[in-house]
C-alpha cells in the first residue's frame, strides 16, 4: 500500500487503542503474531487451502447481464461472496484469524455476534478446527434470533445470553472482551468485522482483501480493464474494506460504501473513541453511542471501521446512504432479474448500483459486492411486505 498512514494502528487520526492495560497486553501478543505469520508461506499455503477446500474460493466475478441491460448503463458485475460456505464474506475472516489462534496455541475461542451471522461463522470454523467455542450475545438478541442460537449450538458452539445493559451487541461485546482478558493465555478472541482495537482493523482487512485481489484478476481477464467504481455495503466495514483493499492505489477507480439511511455513521458521525478505538460515530445528546434501526441486522452499528473513517476525510472513498425502502427494492429487482437473492445488507450496495449505473456510459464497468445471499432475510421482507 501506498498510503503510508498505518503507524501503530492509526489511519490519519482515527484508529488506535483505547483500552485498559491488562487488555493491551493481549493485543500486544495478537500483533506480534499477526505479523510474524500474514508472512510465512507455511501459514499462507494452508489460509489457501482451506479458502478453496472449505470456503468454496475463488468464488465467481458475474456479469449481471439482464440486471445491466435493465438499467441501461455501466456494465454491472457481481463479487459472489453469496457464494461461500455460509453464504457470505465472515467465514474468509474467522478462517484466517482461526488458523492465527491454532499457531498461537489457542484452545479456545471466543467472539461476539449482533443478530448471528458473525457468531455462526466462528462457530463453523470452529466445528472444522476442533476448537471450544463461547460465543457472547445479547439477551435480547438471543430471543430475537432463537433460530441462529440453535444453529450454533448445532455446531457445537456454547451461546451465552448477556443480561447486562439492553442485552444488544454492545454489551456482547463488553463480555467477550472481559472473558478475553481473563483468559487470554489459552483463549483467542475472533472479532467479526474491521473495527475494534489495533490490531483488529489491520487483522480483518488482511484477511477480507482476497475478495478485491481475486476481483481486480478476474475484471482484467474479463474486460481487460479496472472497473470505474467498487460498491460495497458497510456496516462495520469488513466486506467493503476488503472489496476496496487491491484498488485504493488505483486512483481511477471509484470506491463507494453505502449505509443505510437510518444509520449514517460516515455521512453524519463525528469522530469519538467506541469500542476500544477511534472512528466517525452517531452519537446521541450525552454522547452516547446512539442506538440505530436498519432492516439490515448486519449494518446496524453506531460506529465503523477506523481506515473508513480515513478514507472518507481524505475523499479516497465516498460514503452515500440508501433507505431500507431502496434497498428492499434491490431486493426484489435483483432476485427477479437475475435470480440471485441478495442479503439484505448487500442489497444496499446493488440499491446505490441502480442510481449509479444509468449515469454511466455503457462503457463504464460497475462492481458490486455481493456480501452475502439472501436467504436467511426471506422471511422478514415477506413480513414487510405484507405490511
Ligand atoms: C455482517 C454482514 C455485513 C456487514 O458487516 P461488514 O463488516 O460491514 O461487512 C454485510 N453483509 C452481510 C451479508 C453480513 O453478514
Known amino acids: 500500500m501506498s498510503q503510508q498512514t498505518v503507524e501503530k494502528g492509526y489511519f490519519g487520526q482515527f484508529g488506535g487503542s483505547f483500552v485498559p492495560k491488562d487488555l493491551q497486553r493481549a493485543l500486544d501478543i495478537l500483533e506480534e503474531n499477526f505479523e510474524k505469520f500474514k508472512n510465512d508461506s507455511t501459514f499462507n499455503e494452508e489460509l489457501a487451502y482451506y479458502l478453496r477446500e472449505y470456503v468454496g474460493r475463488e468464488n465467481?466475478?458475474?456479469?449481471?447481464?439482464?440486471?445491466?441491460?435493465a438499467l441501461g448503463g455501466a456494465k454491472v458485475y457481481l463479487k459472489r461472496e453469496d457464494l461461500n460456505h455460509t453464504g457470505a464474506h465472515k467465514i474468509n475472516n474467522a478462517i484466517g484469524q482461526i488458523l492465527l489462534a491454532k499457531r498461537m496455541g489457542a484452545t479456545r475461542i471466543i467472539a461476539e455476534t449482533g443478530a448471528g451471522q458473525h457468531g455462526v461463522a466462528t462457530a463453523t470454523a470452529c466445528a472444522m478446527f476442533g476448537m471450544e467455542c463461547t460465543i457472547y450475545m445479547g439477551k435480547l438478541d438471543t430471543e430475537r434470533q432463537a433460530l441462529n442460537v440453535f444453529r450454533m449450538e448445532l455446531l457445537g458452539a456454547k451461546v451465552v445470553p448477556v443480561e447486562k445493559g439492553q442485552g444488544r451487541l454492545?454489551?456482547?461485546?463488553?463480555?467477550?472482551?472481559?472473558?478475553?482478558?481473563?483468559?487470554?493465555?489459552?483463549?483467542?478472541?475472533?472479532?467479526?468485522?474491521?473495527?475494534?482495537p489495533h490490531p483488529y482493523p489491520t487483522i480483518v482487512k488482511h484477511f477480507q482483501s482476497v475478495i478485491s485481489e481475486e476481483s481486480k484478476k478476474q475484471i482484467l481477464e474479463k474486460e481487460g480493464k479496472l472497473p470505474t467504481a467498487v460498491i460495497a455495503c458497510a456496516g462495520g466495514g469488513s466486506n467493503a474494506i476488503g472489496a476496496f483493499a487491491h484498488y485504493l492505489d488505483e486512483p481511477n477507480v471509484r470506491l463507494i460504501g453505502v449505509e443505510p439511511e437510518e444509520a449514517p455513521t460516515l455521512t453524519k458521525g463525528v469522530p469519538a473513541v467506541i469500542h476500544g478505538f477511534k472512528c466517525l460515530t452517531l452519537l446521541d445528546e450525552n454522547n452516547d453511542p446512539m442506538p440505530t434501526y436498519s432492516i439490515a441486522a448486519g449494518l446496524d452499528y453506531p460506529g465503523i471501521g477506523p481506515e473508513h473513517s480515513y478514507l472518507k476525510e481524505t475523499g479516497r472513498a465516498e460514503y452515500?446512504?440508501?433507505?431500507?425502502?431502496?434497498?428492499?427494492?434491490?431486493?426484489?429487482?435483483?432476485?427477479?432479474?437475475e435470480g440471485i437473492i441478495p442479503a439484505l445488507e448487500s442489497s444496499h450496495a446493488v440499491a446505490y448500483a441502480m442510481k449509479l449505473a444509468p449515469q454511466l456510459s455503457k462503457e463504464d464497468i460497475v462492481i458490486v459486492n455481493l456480501s452475502g445471499r439472501g436467504d436467511k432475510d426471506v422471511e422478514q421482507v415477506f413480513e414487510m411486505l405484507k405490511k
Open 60 to 69: 465467481p466475478l458475474t456479469y449481471a447481464k439482464n440486471f445491466t441491460e
Open 170 to 196: 454492545k454489551d456482547a461485546v463488553d463480555a467477550a472482551l472481559a472473558d478475553y482478558v481473563e483468559n487470554y493465555q489459552n483463549t483467542f478472541y475472533l472479532l467479526g468485522s474491521a473495527v475494534g
Open 320 to 337: 452515500v446512504t440508501v433507505s431500507g425502502k431502496e434497498a428492499l427494492e434491490a431486493f426484489q429487482q435483483l432476485s427477479k432479474l
